[in-house]
Each structure stands twice: as C-alpha cells, then as structure tokens.
C-alpha cells in the first residue's frame, strides 16, 4: 500500500510539532522531526553566533533520510523548507500563527530579546510561506491556520481526510 509524504513547516511555535505527532499517531505515519534528527546525529557545519543555534549539515540530513523517504507514509517537520528535495513531497502544509498567540508561545519557550522577535517578524513576513511557494509546486503547498485547539482539530479532520483520498488515488 503506498503513502504519501507529507512536509508540515513555518516559524517555529505554530504547532508542527504537535500536529505531526498527533497525526502520526492517528495514523501510523512516521513522524520525523528534522531538528531531532540532527540533533542524534550531530548533523552540523558550525554554529550561528548571530541566532544562537547550529548551522544544519543540509547534504547530512538529506542522505540520512533519504531511504525512509522513498518508502514513502512519512511526515516530516521543519521551520525550513527549501534544501529538501522536491520530489519527496507529494503535499506541504505551512502553518500560520496570529502574532498575539506566537508572542505567548515563544516567550514561554524561553525566547526573548533578538531571538523572539526574528521569529515574530518571520511569520508576519510570512517568509516560511513564500519560501515554499518558490520551493514546490504552488498547487501542493497549503496554509492551515493554528491558533486554537480547535484549528488542530479540523487541521487532523482535512488531513486525514486528503491521505484517504490520496491512498485510494494511487493504490
Ligand atoms: P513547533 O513544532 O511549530 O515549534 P509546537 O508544536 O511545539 O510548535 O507548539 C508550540 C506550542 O504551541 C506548544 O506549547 C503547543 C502549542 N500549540 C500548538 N498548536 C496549537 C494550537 N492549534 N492551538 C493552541 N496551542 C497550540
């Protein structure tokens, strides 16, 4: 039985996290979240002064997933869309955060200062949006809002509803 992959991406804080894991485990997809998985591996070229974080070894972490990603059923999780190759995506959801809702959810990460507002100024520029509109084909990249438990909820119901549609598509 094939299955689709699936690329949940935006600013950090606005929930692919959450969504990711609670599709996965609604649906027995494998949830992958990149930053993990360069984490255990140490996926890294150095380290960014500027924005306080490691620089991601993209080549690393393309060649680590590569295999899962060809058999296909996989949601994968990132705040960057564009170094992932385009065909491993057969639809990519950016989610999107009201600024009021992000602030709380960043400053109770512990972000502040700097660090706080790029990520604020990132989703009011909606650059993760137009990032992967440039990086995939414009008719598989869909924004879901994320502001509420309630959102969550009809973002499962869509979700789940577009892989059955898919699955009886392509099997
Ligand atoms: P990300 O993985 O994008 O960094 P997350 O899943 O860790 O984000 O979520 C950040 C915080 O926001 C976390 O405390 C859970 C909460 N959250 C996520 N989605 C939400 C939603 N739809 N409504 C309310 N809170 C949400």
Request: aromatic share 10%.
């Amino acid at each position: 039985m094939r299955r689709p992959n699936l690329l949940l991406t935006g600013t950090p804080g606005v929930g692919k996290t959450t969504l990711g894991k609670e599709l996965a485990s609604r649906t027995g997809m494998i949830y992958i979240n990149v930053g993990d998985v360069a984490k255990e591996g140490e996926l890294y070229e150095g380290f960014d002064e500027e924005y306080d974080c490691p620089i991601l070894d993209e080549d690393r972490v393309i060649d680590e997933l590569e295999d899962k990603m060809s058999e296909g059923g996989v949601i994968v999780d990132y705040h960057g869309c564009d170094f992932f190759p385009e065909r491993w995506f057969h639809i990519v959801f950016v989610l999107r955060t009201e600024n009021s809702f992000l602030y709380d959810r960043l400053e109770s990460r512990g972000y502040k200062g700097k660090k706080l507002q790029d990520n604020l100024q990132c989703e009011i520029f909606q650059t993760l949006y137009e990032e992967a509109m440039l990086s995939y084909r414009e008719e598989i990249v869909h924004q879901l809002p994320s502001n509420t438990p309630e959102d969550l909820e009809r973002n499962l119901d869509q979700i789940m509803q577009w892989i059955e549609q898919w699955m009886k598509d392509n099997n």
